[in-house]
């Protein structure tokens, strides 16, 4: 059993948590949840694209046109998303929205990813919840079941190599990878 060496740095306390969403975002989200698994998930088929951008759209997110968001696709908040034109949302894709995601044109989340807009903060005693800003530029590659963490931003036309750990801001035209995920390279689109 590990025991800590100095008692004075301290004692986490969930007593007190608090996750400060207040009884309208708490109602909004049982709603969200009820119409999710009747009025979004069952309607797996791509023929049904535009109706589940208009179930989201129903509930606040900023859909673009002919973006694609599988059925499979976790929302947390729909009114805390935005997807621009062309983009898409793979099957499987995790969207932890308590904060804001905003993701841009012509811009691909690959299957089993995980976008991430809360964390909490473990210097305080009662573990506060805080929410930071996702933001995922256009022409933006995210590959297969990677994380993207709270408060980062993926500049415009970068790729995100599958299963990478995506911590700090990605800069444009860059492909990174691993975990944490780091320079590879400058992408370049030749044809």
């Known amino acids: 059993m590990l025991v800590a060496k100095n ?13 400060d969403f207040g009884t309208v975002n708490k109602i909004l989200r049982i709603v969200w949840n009820i119409c999710y698994w009747i009025l979004f998930r069952p309607f797996n088929l791509n023929f049904f694209r535009g109706y589940r951008a208009f179930i989201l759209k129903m509930f606040g997110a900023k859909v673009g046109y002919k973006a694609n968001i599988y059925a499979s696709v976790k929302i947390w908040a729909p009114w805390n998303l935005s997807i621009g034109d062309y983009s898409s949302m793979g099957p499987g894709v995790d969207c932890y929205n308590q904060g ?19 964390s909490h903060d473990f ?5 506060p919840l805080i929410r930071k800003y996702v933001n995922i530029g256009s022409q ?5 079941d990677s994380f993207i963490a709270p408060g ?15 911590f700090k801001n990605v800069g444009i035209w860059e492909v990174v990878g691993g975990n ?6 400058e992408r370049q689109i030749t044809e």
């Open 123 to 127: 210097t305080k005693s009662n573990f």
């Open 100 to 118: 804001k995601i905003s993701i841009g044109n012509n811009t691909v989340i690959s299957q089993k990813t995980y976008l991430c807009a809360s």
């Open 152 to 166: 980062v931003s993926i500049g415009e036309g970068s790729v995100v190599g599958a299963r990478s750990a995506v």
């Open 7 to 19: 008692s004075k740095k301290g004692k986490v306390d969930l007593s007190t948590y608090n996750s």
């Open 140 to 144: 933006v590659w995210v590959a297969a």
């Open 180 to 185: 944490p995920a780091s320079f590879i390279k």
